[in-house]
């Protein structure tokens, strides 16, 4: 067995009361790539954060290539060739490849224009990386992006590589590139440790995975002799079964809400919903695929009465609905599960009054609040979608599975006509996960129509019965899910042209 680039030896990290690791100890070998799985929670964050040099450990040590280290700082880790590329990119738009790459480190070689290109392009190229060193970071695609932030890395005289959550934003393809570049780097001799929450794509692209469960190391597991079902049972301690829809077996198609024209601009008068046109039929859950940024957001908000459109209309059950009035779409029978979960909710009420905050008027009378049966709605509501937390917790104190689980309740209790979800898993663990999609396609059994938007294609095809690709503020393709394939909504996520759909 080679000698561990990295090893880690029983490292602990407590804030207060919580360990958020607890005696962690993990080997990571030369040219190897690590998978870290675990729920939300679940401590991964926390190990990687001491790893790069944000946190320091309470407890235990980090031996790096044979001798004992302590990051004091993410730029003591980057000196010591740990790399770290965000879900969340740290590149400058109006700036080329060339400058982000070098921006902090260079000084003087940024007056040298051509110094600088040659010297980046020759890194890019060593590493396999096709980048145009030129190139504005605006006009890149989020693949591309990502390939700029690994750069950066690579540049510096990174040895170890950590990504964090790489592929929540990347097409098909992309993730095909993102894992080519990643098997190129580990036969230079790169180190990498990926965290995702895709079983599938742990065992795709590493060679050992790690689960973490409630701050502790649960399992070690050399990928090719593991599988999904048996990675899933260590995270979550017990058996996990994806959700799928049930077929459609009835040919009705009652339109519940209709969308026609929804034409958006922003501040600078960049059209950012061009025209936008669709039906959703009662008993379907109807899915939206995009990479972020390509209208979603503005679609959502003209759909639950938050944003007023330039141009367009909205009907539900064919009637007009007031543009631009919240209050409206919710008398109307629209159900609204928002994008941000932190801004459904007011986090220092207490789970109560969140659970009731939208329907108010029920629970009043000549100007007072019926305190009883506002805490006998919650204590219904908290058994009937299983959140762990009493009437009176303030909601800031809960994860984010069980804030989730609030939005649910006091939407999907009303029982909508029409249920726009948007994002509605994101972040959140198997567990968490599972039980949205046991909610939305019960919504959808009851005979409500879902609007489901999400970066995360695989879970649009596993909950979709009809799917529509966005991608420039435009509805670019129509599928029935039973029928759509990965390559196709991937180059249509991605704005290729030669597509017919």
Same mark, same amino acid.
């Given at each position: 067995?080679?000698?561990?680039?990295?090893?880690?030896?029983?490292?602990?990290?407590?804030?207060?009361?919580?360990?958020?690791?607890?005696?962690? $100890?993990?080997?990571?070998?030369?040219?190897?790539?690590?998978?870290?799985?675990?729920?939300?929670?679940?401590?991964?964050?926390?190990?990687?954060?001491?790893?790069?040099?944000?946190?320091?450990?309470?407890?235990?040590?980090?031996?790096?290539?044979?001798?004992?280290?302590?990051?004091?700082?993410?730029?003591?880790?980057?000196?010591?060739?740990?790399?770290?590329? $965000?879900?969340?990119?740290?590149?400058?738009?109006?700036?080329?490849?060339?400058?982000?790459?070098?921006?902090?480190?260079?000084?003087?070689?940024?007056?040298?224009?051509?110094?600088?290109?040659?010297?980046?392009?020759?890194?890019?190229?060593?590493?396999?990386?096709?980048?145009?060193?030129?190139?504005?970071?605006?006009?890149?695609?989020?693949?591309?992006? &990502?390939?700029?932030?690994?750069?950066?890395?690579?540049?510096?005289?990174?040895?170890?590589?950590?990504?964090?959550?790489?592929?929540?934003?990347?097409?098909?393809?992309?993730?095909?590139?993102?894992?080519?570049?990643?098997?190129?780097?580990?036969?230079?001799?790169?180190?990498?440790?990926?965290?995702?929450?895709?079983?599938?794509?742990?065992?795709?692209?590493?060679?050992?995975?790690?689960?973490?469960?409630?701050?502790?190391?649960?399992?070690?597991?050399?990928? &090719?002799?593991?599988?999904?079902?048996?990675?899933?049972?260590?995270?979550?301690?017990?058996?996990?079964?994806?959700?799928?829809?049930?077929?459609?077996?009835?040919?009705?198609?009652?339109?519940?809400?209709?969308?026609?024209?929804?034409?958006?601009?922003?501040?600078?008068?960049?059209?950012?919903?061009?025209?936008?046109?669709?039906?959703?039929?009662?008993?379907?859950?109807?899915?939206?695929?995009?990479?972020?940024?390509?209208?979603?957001?503005?679609?959502?908000?003209?759909?639950?009465?938050?944003?007023?459109?330039?141009?367009?209309?909205?009907?539900?059950?064919?009637?007009?609905?007031?543009?631009?009035?919240?209050?409206?779409?919710?008398?109307?029978?629209?159900?609204?599960?928002?994008?941000?979960?932190?801004?459904?909710?007011?986090?220092?009420?207490?789970?109560?009054?969140?659970?009731?905050?939208?329907?108010?008027? &029920?629970?009043?009378?000549?100007?007072?609040?019926?305190?009883?049966?506002?805490?006998?709605?919650?204590?219904?509501?908290?058994?009937?979608?299983?959140?762990?937390?009493?009437?009176?917790?303030?909601?800031?104190?809960?994860?984010?599975?069980?804030?989730?689980?609030?939005?649910?309740?006091?939407?999907?209790?009303?029982?909508?006509?029409?249920?726009?979800?948007?994002?509605?898993?994101?972040?959140?663990?198997?567990?968490?996960?599972?039980?949205?999609?046991?909610?939305?396609?019960?919504?959808?059994?009851?005979?409500?129509?879902?609007?489901?938007? $999400?970066?995360?294609?695989?879970?649009?095809?596993?909950?979709?019965?009809?799917?529509?690709?966005?991608?420039?503020?435009?509805?670019?393709?129509?599928?029935?899910?039973?029928?759509?394939?990965?390559?196709?909504?991937?180059?249509?996520?991605?704005?290729?042209?030669?597509?017919?759909?």
């Amino acid at each position: 067995m080679p000698i561990p680039f990295l090893s880690i030896k029983n490292l602990s990290k407590r804030f207060g009361s919580l360990s958020a690791n607890e005696a962690i $100890s993990l080997e990571l070998y030369p040219a190897e790539v690590l998978a870290l799985l675990g729920e939300n929670g679940a401590g991964k964050t926390t190990l990687t954060k001491m790893l790069y040099g944000i946190y320091q450990p309470d407890e235990g040590e980090l031996i790096l290539a044979g001798s004992p280290v302590r990051f004091r700082s993410p730029a003591d880790a980057i000196r010591h060739g740990i790399g770290f590329v $965000s879900q969340h990119f740290s590149l400058v738009p109006s700036f080329t490849v060339a400058e982000n790459v070098v921006l902090g480190r260079e000084g003087s070689a940024l007056l040298n224009k051509k110094v600088l290109n040659d010297k980046v392009r020759q890194t890019a190229e060593h590493f396999g990386l096709a980048l145009d060193p030129t190139s504005l970071i605006r006009d890149l695609s989020v693949g591309e992006q &990502q390939r700029v932030e690994i750069l950066k890395s690579l540049y510096r005289n990174c040895q170890l590589l950590i990504l964090d959550e790489p592929t929540a934003v990347l097409t098909p393809q992309d993730v095909d590139k993102l894992f080519e570049t990643l098997r190129n780097l580990q036969n230079q001799g790169l180190s990498v440790i990926i965290i995702t929450h895709k079983l599938e794509e742990a065992i795709a692209i590493s060679q050992r995975v790690a689960v973490l469960r409630l701050g502790k190391l649960v399992g070690v597991e050399q990928t &090719q002799n593991t599988n999904a079902k048996a990675l899933a049972k260590l995270m979550v301690g017990r058996d996990s079964v994806p959700v799928t829809r049930n077929e459609q077996h009835h040919q009705e198609k009652t339109t519940v809400l209709a969308a026609k024209g929804l034409t958006v601009k922003d501040k600078r008068g960049l059209t950012t919903l061009d025209n936008v046109t669709l039906e959703l039929h009662a008993g379907e859950v109807l899915g939206i695929a995009g990479v972020a940024g390509n209208g979603q957001t503005e679609l959502v908000d003209i759909l639950t009465g938050m944003l007023k459109p330039e141009k367009g209309q909205v009907l539900l059950a064919g009637k007009t609905l007031d543009l631009g009035n919240t209050r409206a779409f919710e008398v109307a029978g629209v159900g609204r599960i928002p994008e941000d979960r932190l801004k459904g909710v007011i986090a220092d009420l207490s789970v109560a009054e969140n659970l009731t905050l939208e329907h108010i008027p &029920q629970f009043s009378k000549t100007g007072h609040l019926n305190a009883k049966a506002i805490r006998q709605e919650a204590e219904n509501l908290i058994t009937t979608f299983q959140i762990k937390a009493k009437p009176n917790d303030k909601t800031r104190t809960l994860s984010g599975g069980n804030i989730q689980k609030i939005i649910l309740a006091r939407t999907l209790s009303k029982n909508p006509s029409a249920v726009i979800a948007a994002q509605p898993t994101r972040g959140l663990d198997i567990g968490a996960t599972n039980f949205v999609h046991e909610q939305l396609l019960a919504q959808k059994e009851r005979g409500a129509g879902v609007l489901l938007l $999400s970066e995360d294609l695989d879970e649009v095809l596993r909950l979709s019965d009809r799917i529509l690709v966005i991608y420039g503020g435009k509805i670019v393709g129509e599928f029935m899910a039973a029928e759509a394939e990965l390559e196709t909504l991937g180059l249509l996520m991605a704005g290729s042209k030669d597509v017919a759909a």
